[in-house]
Nanobody
């Protein structure tokens, strides 16, 4: 099994920055792609950014140029640097990992990001 724990959420003003962190523990050798999803009130969970073991990244169009995903394999961690934040970025952000052998998904409990003046 894999456990994912997020940190770094909070309240920030529009135009500000935050850095989210996610640390994986357990059977980390089975994890392939990792990423960040978010869910705003009344909306479905959506992909924000994803990074594969190769380093290849994918981003939602709404965050391109503002949010940057990175991965530090030595620390079993994935990060999301969030810049130029907008009120519409307000959501609970979830760390995600996928089992590269059977496709099982693993989720953290989420961290709340609120962008407001």
């Amino acid at each position: 099994q894999v456990q994912l724990v997020e940190s770094g959420g909070g309240l920030v003003q529009p135009g500000g920055s935050l850095r989210l962190s996610c640390v994986a523990s357990g059977s980390i050798f089975i994890i392939g792609a990792m990423g960040w999803y978010r869910q705003a009130p009344g909306k479905e969970r959506e992909l924000v950014a994803r990074i594969f073991s190769s380093g290849t990244t994918n981003y939602a169009d709404s965050v391109k140029g503002r949010l940057i995903i990175s991965r530090e394999n030595a620390k079993n961690a994935v990060y999301l640097q969030m810049n130029s934040l907008k009120p519409e970025d307000t959501a609970v952000y979830y760390c995600h990992g996928r089992n590269k052998y059977n496709g099982m998904d693993y989720w953290g409990k989420g961290t709340l990001v609120t962008v407001s003046s």
